[in-house]
């Protein structure tokens, strides 16, 4: 099936570890986004990519950085974990003319 | 930029009723309105969208409308039944990026 995919699903790690998120799509969308979920906050945009050559900062973004792999791939980095930046992580794409489709989340947690 | 507001934050209804969760938004530059049905420890799915040339649609039980000019939209469900039991998000956007809204959650009562 075509799909977002999210790895790790599941991440608990230590204060000022670098973390890697990953996300790859099978969509073709050019769009890919990095959301994070804290309850009763919705979904706050962290970084978005138009295309592999474009990266934007979103609502959120100190403390994160991203890199886009290929058009089919975009990662999430927290360079130096902090328990605040406990959440799930989405990722999700769009071609730029419907609602976007998201990944299955990452719950990351740092203690 | 963008400001979604959604209301209400929690809404419980007896099944067979009906539901309504309402949003507002503030650039008059958005145009395509889209809400998503997020259930336990699962990914938003979209549920149903409009576009900003059509005031109301309509998909079996769930409808939504759109009034432009005062920079609202309305997710409306009817006959509720358990399974619609989730949390929903409302967005905007004008071809760049959406924003969400903080969420509804929706407990539907057998």
């Known amino acids: 099936d075509a799909d977002v995919t999210q790895t790790p699903r599941n991440r608990i790690t230590k204060t000022g570890k670098r973390i890697m998120l990953e996300c790859s799509q099978t969509k073709g969308h050019d769009r890919m986004y990095w959301y994070r979920q804290d309850p009763g906050l919705g979904l706050r945009l962290i970084y978005y990519s138009f295309d592999v050559k474009d990266i934007n900062k979103g609502e959120i973004s100190d403390g994160y950085s991203v890199s886009r792999q290929a058009q089919a791939k975009f990662s999430l980095s927290l360079e130096s974990a902090i328990p605040n930046q406990t959440a799930l992580y989405f990722c999700?794409?769009?071609?730029?003319?419907?609602?976007?489709?998201f990944g299955d989340g990452t719950r990351l947690s740092i203690l | 930029g963008e400001n979604v507001e959604q209301h209400p934050s929690t809404l419980s209804v007896q099944e067979g009723d009906s539901a309504v969760i309402k949003c507002t938004y503030s650039?008059?530059?958005?145009?395509?309105f889209p809400w998503y049905k997020q259930e336990l420890g699962k990914r938003p799915q979209l549920i149903i969208d409009i576009r900003s040339n059509v005031g109301e649609k309509k998909d079996q039980r769930i409808a939504v409308t759109l009034n432009k000019t005062a920079k609202h939209f309305s997710l409306h469900i009817t006959e509720t039944q358990p399974e619609d039991s989730a949390v929903y998000f409302c967005?905007?956007?004008?071809?760049?990026?959406?924003?969400f809204g903080p969420g509804t959650r929706l407990s539907v009562l057998p």
């Open positions: 999700a794409t769009s071609d730029g003319k419907v609602a976007q489709h």
């Open positions: 967005a905007a956007s004008h071809g760049q990026n959406f924003v």
């Open positions: 650039d008059s530059a958005s145009n395509y």
